[in-house]
């Protein structure tokens, strides 16, 4: 079992719906990163987060410590938000990657 | 100006072939990592260095040899290349002192065929 669960690991929306990515861990962290991997290939860093909330326009990151658990959620979804989206947890002095979501949001 | 960059994006070899990829960034950075993305889209660690020093290195055959020139610089050689080296690798950095508990900027890739 991955130290890391992502759901669902693939997603199909319609343009503007909300979307909802979840992330579980099971180990000890300093802190959860979400990274998005755009079909051409290249990652960013969405957002780095060890307690509460995070919000960066349409995207929102959540994270409870006490149930090792992460959410990003994405409002008013786009087709431009097609994407991997992976969750990855700090863990001592590396990261623990999560599989991925393939989302895809059609017109 | 690019931050984090990789060179050669595309690489195509036979096995058994020696192969280097570079990778440099400007941001200044302590930390910088080598990551292999599988067939599958999954990434995993192979090797970290801060200021030059090796931090990480994760299980990886000694056929992988990271080099840190200064600390901007992390390139990773490959010899006796296999067939189950074909992936895509990614150079990232981040700031702080050998923690991975910063935001972390990565290169572009390099997709690695093995023939």
Not at chain 2, 54 to 60: H, Q, R
């Given at each position: ?54 919000k960066h326009g349409r995207l929102i990151a959540t994270i409870n ?43 | ?115």
């Amino acid at each position: 079992k991955n130290e890391v669960e992502q759901s669902p690991q693939n997603l199909t929306a319609q343009e503007g719906e909300f979307i909802t990515i979840n992330c579980s861990y099971s180990v000890g962290i300093s802190a959860l990163h979400w990274l998005q991997q755009h079909p051409g290939g290249g990652i960013v860093s969405l957002f780095m987060l060890s307690s509460g909330k995070k919000k960066h326009g349409r995207l929102i990151a959540t994270i409870n410590i006490q149930e090792k658990h992460s959410s990003l959620h994405i409002t008013a979804s786009h087709p431009r938000d097609s994407a991997v989206y992976i969750c990855a947890v700090s863990r001592w002095d590396k990261l623990v990657f999560g599989a991925g979501t393939i989302l895809r949001v059609k017109s | 100006d690019t931050a984090v960059s990789q060179t050669p994006k595309y690489l195509v070899t036979q096995m058994g072939n020696d192969k280097s990829i570079k990778c440099e960034q400007n941001l200044g950075h302590d930390t910088m990592y080598w990551y292999k993305q599988d067939s599958k889209k999954f990434l995993k660690i192979m090797f970290s260095y801060n200021n030059k020093e090796l931090i990480i290195n994760e299980t990886v055959p000694n056929r992988f040899s990271p080099k840190s020139p200064d600390k901007a610089h992390l390139n990773l050689h490959i010899n006796s290349l296999e067939l189950g080296d074909s992936a895509v690798y990614f150079c990232a950095s981040s700031g702080t002192s050998g923690g991975a508990g910063d935001t972390q900027y990565f290169g572009p890739g390099t997709r690695l065929t093995v023939l």
